[in-house]
């Protein structure tokens, strides 16, 4: 009962081991790749950094892509310090292992030195004969050649085990030496992006301060870009109430196409000639007034959506939060809602969608399967792309050319249109928005973080 008690503690306690070494491992493994995905946003920024770096001008742009930079520096410096450390306690584990590992290995190796020893003492086969013979019965002379058998066994047992045991240490070795050399490339990675960190934020400094020179200039911009903003605004939220009243009236339309042929076959039925069947008759007269009923209190919902447009109205809304950004890479220029000036002080603007800043040359795609309901354009704002998903829209403006034409269905990251690259300051930016109905909605709640 001891020695079983003992071994199912040594389980638990082989299987806790097991476990939290696990857990570590996964969590090297998922900072380091949080660690490749900043890289990524940091090398699609410094590209955006580079084509407005063409422009010997100071602009609020490049203004925003160098504070894009530190953020995201500052957040690979903080993810490569937590990787640093959790690889400290790995290396730690992999070591507390190895030496318990090596102290069993010593005591395999004295109880085999025992082992050798006896079989040495008992190496004659003539001994061992006798020490069978000599039994005092037939059943301990069988359990004594049981026991030679299983003695020899062990031997061979321990041999095996050994050989286990030494290759474990050689794998712990590996591992320990494989963890010092990435911690040693990460550490280096960090001192590089430390003084990267330290250029940009003197980068932004020195920009901030000439952009401040300029105030009365930037107010000025601010306000023909207010303007802009709210024009487009206005005329998606036009756009998209004129395809919901189309919608409305065309279904009211098809309601009542539908009642009036369901009036006609009534009224084409055959009379019937008999009182019983005239009687029938009435029963089936007074039971077409529900129908007619429901048939006007159906018309009066006519806002209803088809059964294909409520199952991709709903497998949108299924997708909150994991919806694919509007662009392949990118940063968010400018977020939803109200937002300080990134110089002007008491300068706010409210946004109705979110800018994606992007390098040049990119294209707008669409983030959920659906249909082109509109293709609009507004002077100053270039062109646009409106696509119905159920009863929600997503709208990408800021383009140059379009793709795709009304009422083609598209697929979820389909190519829609090309971006527009403002070619004073080298932006490429998209606007993009999401409505429920006549509702805007925070697009940021609805893409992948």
Do not use: C
């Amino acid at each position: 009962m001891h020695f079983t008690l003992n071994n199912r503690l040594k389980v638990i306690v082989l299987f806790l081991m097991t476990a939290v070494f696990t857990l570590s491992a996964q969590s090297v493994k998922d900072l380091e790749k949080q660690r490749k995905a900043t890289l990524q946003k940091l090398e699609a920024t410094s590209k955006m950094l580079n084509e407005t770096n063409q422009s010997k001008k100071t602009s609020l742009n490049k203004l925003n892509i160098i504070s894009k930079n530190i953020n995201e520096r500052k957040t690979l410096i903080k993810n490569i310090s937590s990787e640093i450390s959790m690889m400290d306690v790995q290396i730690q584990k992999l070591n507390d292992e190895k030496q318990k590992l090596e102290s069993k290995l010593e005591k395999l190796k004295s109880d085999y030195v025992k082992l050798v020893q006896e079989a040495h003492i008992n190496r004659s086969l003539y001994a061992r004969i006798m020490f069978v013979l000599s039994s005092s019965s037939f059943d301990q002379s069988y359990r004594r050649l049981r026991y030679l058998q299983q003695y020899s066994d062990y031997r061979k047992q321990q041999v095996g085990e050994i050989e286990q045991v030494k290759t474990e240490i050689v794998h712990k070795n590996d591992s320990i030496n494989n963890h010092k050399v990435t911690k040693v490339q990460v550490v280096k990675q960090k001192e590089v992006e430390t003084k990267n960190l330290s250029k940009d934020e003197q980068k932004e400094k020195v920009l901030l301060t000439d952009l401040q020179k300029k105030e009365k200039k930037l107010r000025e911009d601010q306000k023909v870009q207010q303007k802009k903003a709210t024009e487009l605004n206005n005329q998606i939220e036009r756009l998209i109430a004129e395809q919901i009243r189309k919608a409305e009236a065309k279904r009211v339309a098809a309601e009542k196409k539908k009642l009036a042929e369901e009036k006609r076959r009534a009224a084409e039925e055959p009379r019937y000639k008999n009182k019983g069947n005239t009687k029938s008759a009435s029963k089936n007269t007074a039971e077409e007034k529900p129908t007619a009923s429901s048939s006007s209190s159906s018309s009066a919902s006519v806002s209803a959506l088809t059964k294909e447009e409520s199952l991709i109205s709903g497998n949108f809304e299924r997708n909150i939060g994991r919806l694919p950004w509007p662009t392949s890479n990118g940063f968010i220029r400018g977020h939803y809602g109200v937002q300080p000036h990134p110089v002007l002080k008491f300068v706010t603007t409210n946004n109705k969608g979110i800018y994606i800043q992007t390098p040049a040359g990119s294209n707008a795609r669409a983030v959920f399967e659906g249909v082109v309901t509109q293709r609009f354009s507004i002077p100053g704002s270039n062109n646009g792309v409106i696509i119905q998903h159920g009863n929600y829209r997503t709208v990408y403006a800021n383009l140059t050319q379009i793709f795709v034409r009304e009422g083609d269905h598209v697929s979820s990251k389909q190519a829609i249109g090309k971006i527009y690259t403002d070619d004073d300051e080298n932006k490429t930016e998209l606007y993009f928005q999401i409505y429920n109905g006549r509702n805007v909605q925070n697009p940021e709640n609805w893409i992948a973080r």
